[in-house]
């Protein structure tokens, strides 16, 4: 789990007389080093956690697990306790001293206070205190063969073996014991023993939950031969790309079985919003351009964070899609409750199956990257992008926008991208390595298109500004004029993407004018686009496809651009500074 957090890492295990805890600053490296592979800890029932700072700087104190004064009771938690300040100044007015600066010690502290040797009479009373979004680890020294865990807006999943059962915020870490999986709801609580594991509502209700087995195997989860996730995910899009599109694509015509909408309910679609956060927006972006053009829906593309507070006018014809690669992205599932709240009908687009958007939303389609690892997307943008290309095709065809030969044709374009990807990546790799290197030390760089060009430069210039630290920035080409371009100057890195070929003369005009300038001009367009090739500094061609699919084939340059310069800096990428794979907090 270092991906989602690697700025600490501790233990706490109980070895049936004491709970022994260790933790410390740093990479989970260190925590083994202190601990000699946790050798030096004994015992068969424990919690662990590596941490995303949020509240208190990285430190040993700040560090999880978090206990109370005589360390019978230990706590890890990934989420939010909003209103812990509150909670904190209450107990300490009832003599309670506090070691850190985290939101999680109120958490500890209030277990204290509570228990009385009934473990799951204290956790009910303290998550009606919480506020905020928590997936907690409990364990206490009166029960020493017992571990408990629950949940509110925050990852939480219970694996099972034979050899024993788990708790983790994700499957990848549990695939090395076991693929069958239960996944918890809000306010659910477990409690495990190694044999056996049993489920309560907040009333401590024993309740029944259907075991799952996960796909994913652990071979999906390591770096089979790559030096990083990051780059074993970017060689791995083909595949995913087309795992995502072949089960919908039958007897050339696209079938979405999920979807659970007849061409009745697609007719009479007045509105899409497509809502996400990151790289997701971007894809969203791209399915505006895509589904206005074939369809003739109009979509409005709404960055989570923002469409959960706008108070958004969703009317009766309104499609709401949420995006996320882990579904659990806290943001996205805000703005899916609110749809729903005001009766809208949610589709998610999701690479994680049985997550809390693809549990709540009302349909799924699943983009079947498999497990992604590195913290900047790579195959699960590439296969949101295929997901949002085969819902617009469909769209259009059942609303009579899309003629037939135009339809038959657009497909064959889409059934060609998995080769054509690995064509990028079998060809191209030593020119991006070479571009790469002499781009190390640039310090400021823009990315410009057009259309679909223009979303394609999104995710260029935040998959460069992510894991290379370099700043970046992606603009419309046309709006070069009306400010940015008065950042232009000796040396800046361009990167202009140009594929639409309507837009071609308009972008060209833009690059002449970077260059006067002083800026150098890296180019991504088609194949036989001879022009671009005289008015930029580098070109990186890319197969031709259908104009509406071109970002699939675009992105790929970029990312390998972004990865080789992150090499050439000397970069940890798999794990950037700051960043986490699931923001799963405001």
């Known amino acids: ?66 206990y109370n004064s005589n360390e019978s009771i230990a706590v890890v938690h990934n989420g939010i306790i909003e209103n812990y300040i509150k909670i904190k100044q209450r107990l300490i007015d009832k003599g309670y001293s506090f070691q850190s600066q985290t939101d999680t010690e109120v958490v500890v502290q209030l277990l204290d206070h509570y228990y009385e040797g009934d473990a799951l009479a204290a956790i009910t009373k303290v998550m009606t205190k ?14 020493p063969d017992e571990l408990f865990a629950v949940r509110k807006d925050s990852p939480l999943i219970v694996g099972v073996s034979e050899s024993g059962n788990y708790i983790a ?109 990151g790289s997701a927006y971007h894809t969203g972006m791209t399915g505006k351009y895509v589904i206005e053009d074939l369809a003739r829906i109009p979509v409005e593309v709404d960055l989570a964070s923002e469409f959960r507070y706008r108070n958004p006018i969703l009317e009766e014809g309104t499609l709401t899609i949420i995006i996320s690669q882990s579904g659990e992205t806290a943001d996205s599932l805000a ?8 009766g809208m009908k949610v589709l998610g687009i999701i690479n994680v199956v049985g ?54 044709t657009l497909l064959q374009n889409l059934r060609q991208l998995p080769e054509q990807i690995q064509s990028i990546l079998d060809n191209n790799v030593t020119q991006i390595q070479y571009i790469a ?24 210039s935040l998959k460069l500004k992510e894991i290379s630290y370099i700043h970046s920035e992606a603009y419309p080409a046309g709006e070069l004029k009306h400010g940015p371009i008065a950042l232009i100057e000796d040396g800046t890195l361009v990167t202009a993407i140009l594929t639409q070929e309507d837009l071609y003369k308009k972008t060209l005009s833009n690059i002449v004018e970077i260059q006067s300038r002083g800026a150098l001009v890296l180019a991504v367009t088609n194949e036989g686009n001879e022009e671009a090739v005289k008015v930029s500094d580098i070109a990186v061609y890319i197969p031709v496809t259908d104009k509406h699919f071109t970002t699939s084939l675009a992105v790929i340059p970029l990312q390998l651009l972004s990865y080789y310069v992150s090499i050439g800096k000397g970069l940890d990428l798999d794990k950037p500074r700051n960043l986490a794979k699931s923001v799963t907090v405001e």
Not at 34 to 45: A, C, K, P, R, Y
Not at 369 to 389: D, F, H, M, R, W
Not at 437 to 460: H, M, N, P, Q, W
Request: hydrophobic share 35%; with cysteine; proline share 3%.
């Open 130 to 143: 919480l506020e905020g979004s928590y997936a907690l680890g409990i364990v206490f020294n009166d029960h």
């Open 335 to 342: 703005a899916l409750r609110e749809a729903k709240r005001q």
């Open 355 to 408: 997550s809390s958007i693809a549990r709540e939303a009302d349909n799924v389609m699943y983009t079947w990257a498999g497990p992604e690892i590195a913290v900047a997307t790579t195959k699960a943008y590439s296969t949101q992008l295929s997901a949002l290309y085969l819902l617009a095709m469909h769209f259009a065809k059942v609303r009579g926008a899309l003629p037939q030969n135009e339809f038959d």
């Open 437 to 460: 290197s002499k781009f190390v030390a640039v310090k400021e760089c823009f990315f410009i298109g057009r259309g679909v060009d223009y979303t394609t430069a999104l995710e260029g």
């Open 169 to 277: 915020s994700d499957v990848p870490a549990i695939l090395k014991y076991t693929r069958d999986v239960y996944y918890i709801d809000n306010g659910e609580i477990v409690k495990l023993t190694r044999d056996n594991v049993s489920f309560y509502n907040s009333d401590l209700e024993p309740i029944e939950k259907e075991l799952k087995t996960v796909a994913w195997d652990i071979s999906a989860a390591e770096k089979g031969g790559y030096e990083h996730f990051m780059l074993k995910e970017i060689h791995e899009q083909p595949k995913a790309v087309r795992d995502t599109l072949n089960p919908r694509i039958r007897d050339n015509d696209i079938v979405i079985d999920e979807l659970n909408m007849n061409e009745e309910d697609i007719k009479n679609l007045k509105k899409i919003f497509i809502v996400a956060c």
């Open 1 to 66: 789990m270092e991906y989602r957090g690697y700025d600490s890492a501790g233990l706490a295990v109980n070895d049936g007389t004491k709970i022994e805890i260790a933790k410390c600053k740093g990479r989970l490296k260190a925590l083994s080093d202190l601990t000699n592979g946790g050798e030096t800890i004994q015992g068969t029932s424990g919690i662990g956690h590596t941490r995303w700072a949020t509240h208190g700087v990285p430190s040993d104190t700040n560090s999880h697990p978090h």
